[in-house]
């Protein structure tokens, strides 16, 4: 099965401060990719999603993220926090070989301190 | 105007107990699915409806069932609950092609006493 994982349980940066929120995959083929974000309380908001093309994916709230195929790596970024962006972080891939499950990693729970 | 809209927000009731969760979309969207989240936010699929067709059934207790009286709904039953079902039960649609994200509900959280 596709899978991805995050390494960090848990991220804090200060208000301004670039942020960054890893995740890696393990997928056979072409992985299609995706963050969302989770509030207090809230459903998951879908934020980015990686399918072809274009390495650096820019999506809402200024958050972006880069593809890297050699590293098998997604990373989410954000060039300067908000302490509006402290929330869960969920990365997650469309398993292609079990029904376009979509699977997620285990979340990262980012706060930025003012 | 609410994309994915799931009822009750909460539910506390006893073991033993069956209850159900309601979920629409708006969104025409042709697949919908339940997933679980527990106490340490982890996120498992539960099912989907694709077209009033299951296509996934994750090894879920069979006490938790899913009906879809059409595409724009899918509700979960649950028989006999247990404590262990207390966690937050999200609805989601999306279109069921590869590339499309998910939209979800706001969640339904479960407290079995």
């Known amino acids: 099965a596709q899978s991805v994982a995050q390494p960090e349980d848990q991220v804090n940066v200060a208000e301004g401060n670039p942020l960054t929120v890893k995740c890696t995959y393990s997928?056979?083929?072409?992985?299609?990719l995706f963050w969302y974000v989770q509030y207090p309380n809230r459903g998951l908001q879908f934020l980015l999603k990686y399918i072809t093309g274009d390495n650096l994916v820019k999506g809402s709230y200024g958050f972006e993220a880069e593809f890297n195929k050699s590293q098998t790596s997604f990373h989410l970024k954000k060039p300067s926090a908000l302490v509006s962006d402290s929330a869960l972080y969920f990365c997650a891939v469309r398993d292609v070989y079990n029904n376009n499950d979509m699977r997620f990693g285990a979340g990262t729970r980012l706060t930025v301190k003012p | 105007d609410t994309a994915v809209s799931q009822t009750p927000k909460y539910l506390v009731t006893q073991m033993g107990n069956d209850k159900s969760i309601k979920c629409e979309q708006n969104?025409?969207?042709?697949?919908m699915y339940w997933y679980k989240q527990d106490s340490k936010k982890f996120l498992k699929i539960m099912f989907s409806y694709n077209n009033k067709e299951l296509i996934i059934n994750e090894t879920v207790p069979n006490r938790f069932s899913p009906k879809s009286p059409d595409k724009a709904h899918l509700n979960l039953h649950i028989n006999s609950l247990e404590l262990g079902d207390s966690a937050v039960y999200f609805c989601?649609?999306?279109?069921?092609?590869?590339?499309?994200?998910?939209?979800f509900g706001e969640g339904s959280r479960l407290t079995v006493l």
């Open positions: 969104l025409g969207h042709d697949t």
């Open positions: 989601a649609s999306s279109q069921r092609h590869r590339t499309g994200e998910l939209f």
């Open positions: 997928v056979s083929g072409n992985p299609y």
